[in-house]
């Protein structure tokens, strides 16, 4: 498996030893080559030194003064004459060791002989020196033993640099593993435990950059998909209820409607309560097919302006048969001609469930109003009943899916607690919202309220 961890952990390192390998080895050969060019300065310095001594007074207690002074050092000081014959040496071998290459030496003026001080065991200067018209060298020598150990003293420290390095290295890429890939491990975890289903997880929030915002946005995903999978259920389990119902009845009354043995005033009676069911059901599919689309945002709202008055005369003609019928009155309050900017279709069906509601829900010779009203930049469509009204506990409810106040007699009204929670849906798609005030046994007014274009 490709970790996060080890290529972050690999990029990391690749770039930081890159970086340190380059910069470690510019300031080593740096620091090792001004070593060693102030050793040969050093050198020719005092080269130059000893031969302006010479030249100034070449007795033999000069000559002895300067190997004295350079005795016990790793330098060491050859005299030769003008033959290039040896006059002195502070160390015999080395002239005789070099002797060959002395009588070659060729210089007019103070030099650098050798400089290789990585590979051969002596750096040397010559320094000329004019006596009785003829030339004679001093020649400076140093070993480059300490040169060299210096040199290897400092790689040495610097590979110690570099091993620690990595060390730490390794130590940030554990504490940045734990930091980054830790969360990131658990969201995995949580976010497959979410997919099989089980939406109880909760990520800690220890920190406040993108991880622990994204452990954030995980834990409310998982809260709102546990409330889906509630609401699902529930939902489900009132639909099936909700169809269970009316079915039962449906077969009951179909079986004894069959039966040879009834009055046909009886059977009669039976095939009413059924078509009056069966209505009922394919009233509850509707209502259910809306709430699926609502959910889904499946439909669309196609907003027009409409002429306020004759729009909700209209309405309240194709509810006013259902009125007169139950004994109720109806009202319309329109004195303005404004416009409402909203779906002509939409807005007859959130009318038409509102006055239904009013309808249902008083007891003959009760009124209700049904009105509109422009104010500022808001149009306002009031429905208003002297019914049963609502309790204020209940009234909290009231736009839930399948919410009823009075369930036992559910029958009675003929309601599935539907409409509402689709009255609400429209409403907020148009962008206006809905209120509601109630008083029990007084009376309820509904309040849509929508914005201007
Ligand atoms: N005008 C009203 N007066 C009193 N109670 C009301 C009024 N309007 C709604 N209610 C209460 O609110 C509940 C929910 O209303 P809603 O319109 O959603 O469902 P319903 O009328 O029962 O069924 P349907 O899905 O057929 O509309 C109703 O059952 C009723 O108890
Ligand atoms: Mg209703």
């Not at 007859?348 to 003959?364: C, F, G, R």
């Not at 962008?431 to 029990?440: A, C, M, N, P, Q």
Request: aromatic content about 8%.
């Amino acid at each position: 498996m490709s970790k996060i961890s080890i290529k972050l952990a690999m990029y990391f390192f690749t770039v930081v030893m890159i970086f340190q390998i380059v910069l470690l080895y510019y300031i080593h050969s740096n620091m090792v080559e001004d070593y060693a060019e102030d050793a040969l300065t050093q050198l020719q310095k005092h080269g130059t030194n000893y031969r302006d001594m010479l030249a100034k007074n070449y007795t033999s207690s000069t000559l002895a003064s300067i190997l004295l002074v350079e005795q016990g050092r790793d330098r060491d000081v050859i005299v030769l004459d003008e033959h290039k014959q040896l006059v002195v040496a502070s160390d015999p071998k080395l002239y005789e060791h070099y002797s060959l290459f002395l009588s070659q030496v060729q210089v007019d003026h103070d030099r650098l002989l050798l400089t290789n001080w990585k590979e051969e065991p002596y750096i040397m200067s010559a320094h000329p020196y004019a006596i009785d018209g003829n030339t004679g060298y001093l020649i400076m020598i140093q070993d480059t033993a300490s040169l060299q150990e210096i040199a290897n003293k400092i790689g040495t420290d610097f590979k110690t640099i570099s091993i620690t390095s990595i060390f730490v290295l390794f130590m940030a890429y554990a504490l940045l593993s734990r930091r980054i890939t830790r969360p990131i491990l658990r969201m995995k975890r949580a976010t497959e435990s979410m997919s099989q289903g089980d939406f109880d997880v909760k990520i800690p929030s220890t920190t406040d950059d993108e991880l622990g915002e994204l452990g954030h946005a995980i834990n409310g995903l998982a809260k709102d998909l546990a409330h889906m999978k509630n609401s699902r259920n529930e939902f489900l389990s009132a639909v099936s209820h909700e169809l269970r119902t009316p079915l039962t009845y449906l077969i009951g009354y179909s079986k004894v409607a069959m039966r040879e043995d009834i009055s046909e005033e009886k059977r009669k009676h039976y095939l009413t309560i059924i078509h009056e069911e069966s209505t009922r059901m394919k009233a509850l599919v509707k209502n259910l097919m809306d709430l699926a689309q609502l959910d889904e945002h499946k439909f669309t709202i196609e907003k027009e302006l409409i002429a306020a008055k004759p729009f909700i005369e209209q309405v309240a003609q194709i509810v006013s048969h259902s009125f007169a019928e139950k004994g109720v009155h109806l009202t319309v309050d329109c004195p303005h001609n404004f416009t409402f900017y909203a779906d002509p279709l939409r807005l007859e069906q959130i009318i038409l469930n509102l006055v239904d509601n009013a309808l249902k829900y008083s007891e003959p010779n009760a009124t209700v109003t049904l009105s509109c009203k422009q104010s500022a930049s808001q149009t306002r469509i009031i429905v208003k009943d002297t019914g049963h009204g609502i309790s204020e506990e209940d009234v909290v409810h009231i736009f839930d899916k399948f919410y009823r106040v009075e369930k036992s007699r559910a029958r009675e009204f003929g309601g599935s607690g539907i409409g509402l929670a689709i009255v609400k849906e429209l409403v907020e798609a148009h962008g206006g919202s809905i209120t509601v005030t109630s008083e029990l046994h007084v009376g309820s007014q509904f309040i849509v309220t929508l914005e201007e274009v």
